[in-house]
């Protein structure tokens, strides 16, 4: 399983133009082959104007099949076009394989937090290892389903840590939860990678 990402930087003065514009071309491509990619706002943390595009795949293959067939598309390419005029920068690709999911996949979740950072070469491995002890941990202490990814297409010997919520609400009492369980900072002294690439967010998705 991999988890292509898209990330978007919308022009703040045309923000909402550009969003529902994201969101169209996004529908649009839904409808033209199987696979279903779903459009994401930062949730009270990030980029303001920052717009993520995720989709599930299987097979790259497939998927770029069929998202290369959308380019000789008319209706796209005017779509497409009407977003590009709403940009502040142009956007940014990375595909993650699945490594390690704590808990149960499911369906697409309505709120994600990311944490992700990137590891020498020669500490991949570890660095890896120590994303997937951190994800079982947390899902053993209150039942948060967490995906470890890691990157080498776009973002070059990467990890990712998201942990999928039903809503904020839940986000912050797993967040709080983990902090009055007392290991944390404990545990954060095993961390493998480099601190100074460490990024995190939290995601809403509105599609």
Wanted: aromatic share 8%; glycine share 10%; with cysteine.
């Amino acid at each position: 399983m991999y988890l292509w990402n898209r990330q978007f930087v919308v022009d703040p003065g045309k923000f909402f133009e550009g969003v529902a514009g994201i969101v169209e071309v996004t529908e649009y491509l839904n409808s033209m082959g199987t696979h279903k990619s779903d459009v994401w706002l930062p949730a009270m943390v990030g980029t303001v104007g920052a717009v993520g595009v995720t989709t599930r795949t299987e097979s790259l293959a497939l998927f770029d099949e069929e998202r290369s067939a959308a380019f000789s598309d008319a209706g796209f390419q005017e779509m497409a076009g009407r977003v590009g005029n709403c940009l502040a920068a142009n956007p940014e690709d990375t595909m993650w394989r699945i490594a390690h999911v704590a808990g149960e996949r499911g369906d697409v979740p309505a709120v994600s937090s990311v944490v992700n950072w990137d590891a020498h070469p020669a500490e991949l491995e570890g660095s890896i290892g120590f994303a997937i002890g951190m994800a079982e941990f947390q899902h053993e202490l209150n039942g948060t389903t967490v995906v470890v990814g890691t990157s080498q297409w776009g973002r070059p010997n990467a990890v990712s840590m998201i942990l999928n919520y039903d809503s904020i609400a839940e986000f912050e009492a797993a967040s709080d939860a983990v902090l009055a369980e007392g290991s944390f900072l404990e545990r954060l002294k095993g961390a493998v990678g480099r601190p100074e690439t460490i990024q995190s967010g939290v995601m809403r998705r509105i599609t």
